[in-house]
């Protein structure tokens, strides 16, 4: 149980376009999907994390309007690049937690990895 | 501040015990968790320590001391397999887990 899927694994864009990563709980409903960028040989860092039926909170430093989330049911978060650059390449990885009282586990999608040319 | 301290690096032989240590400063604390991350894909989760004391599971126990700030990962019967990074997460008040660079774990044959 608690399987968390990420689409696509690998994508590859032009600078200036926009990507879409899908992030889906697959056995569980999520009420809470966090979404964080990993750069090489780095901890991770938490971007950004989304509610169900609710706008996300973003932490600080990371734009809102270039990183647009949707949260919109419980089982699928978005993650949306827009205008892509070179320096947004990266490891993009959301995790999702049930919700359900005292279980705090994180389950954790398998990343995808982002390449900006 | 919050803060994880975790050795950058540690070597072991395979069939061999190893034991990751872990320091952490939080704003609150509402326990805290183990992953493994192979290079190139996502944490797996192996452990969460809520309590004092230690948790055994298979292979991989994991112990916690509230009052030190301090946990550790304890590996046994070391398997090639295990060449990975070791996370230590601790969630502080909001829920939020708090990430360090974790330990690369090094298996030699």
């Known amino acids: 149980g608690a399987v968390v899927s990420q689409h696509p694994s690998w994508v590859i864009c032009k600078s200036g376009t926009s990507v879409k990563i899908e992030c889906r709980s697959l056995?569980?409903?999520?009420?809470?999907m966090f979404w964080y960028r990993q750069f090489p040989k780095q901890s991770l860092m938490l971007m950004a994390t989304?509610?169900?039926?609710?706008?996300?909170?973003?932490e600080q430093g990371v734009e809102k309007d270039k990183f647009l989330i949707n949260h919109a049911s419980l089982t699928l978060s978005t993650l949306t690049v827009t205008s892509a650059h070179p320096e947004d390449s990266s490891f993009y990885i959301c995790?999702?937690?049930?919700?359900?009282?005292?279980?705090?586990?994180?389950?954790f999608g398998p990343g995808t990895r982002l390449t900006v040319t | 501040g919050q803060n994880i301290d975790q050795p950058t690096e540690m070597t072991a032989t395979e069939g061999a015990i190893v034991q990751i240590n872990c320091t952490y400063q939080?704003?609150?604390?509402?326990?805290l968790f183990w992953y493994q991350q192979h290079a190139g894909e996502a944490p797996t989760f192996l452990s969460y320590?809520?309590l004092d004391g230690l948790e055994e599971k298979g292979r991989f126990s994991s112990f916690l001391s509230r009052s030190k700030g301090y946990s550790y990962l304890l590996l046994k019967e070391l398997q090639m397999k295990d060449s990975a990074s070791y996370l230590c997460?601790?969630?502080?008040?909001?829920?939020?887990?708090?990430w360090g660079a974790g330990t690369k774990l090094i298996i030699k044959p």
């Open positions: 995790s999702a937690r049930a919700g359900r009282v005292g279980i705090h586990e994180q389950y």
């Open positions: 056995d569980f409903q999520a009420t809470t």
């Open positions: 989304s509610n169900e039926g609710s706008k996300a909170t973003y």
């Open positions: 939080t704003s609150g604390f509402n326990g």
């Open positions: 320590n809520v």
């Open positions: 997460a601790p969630m502080d008040s909001n829920y939020q887990l708090i």
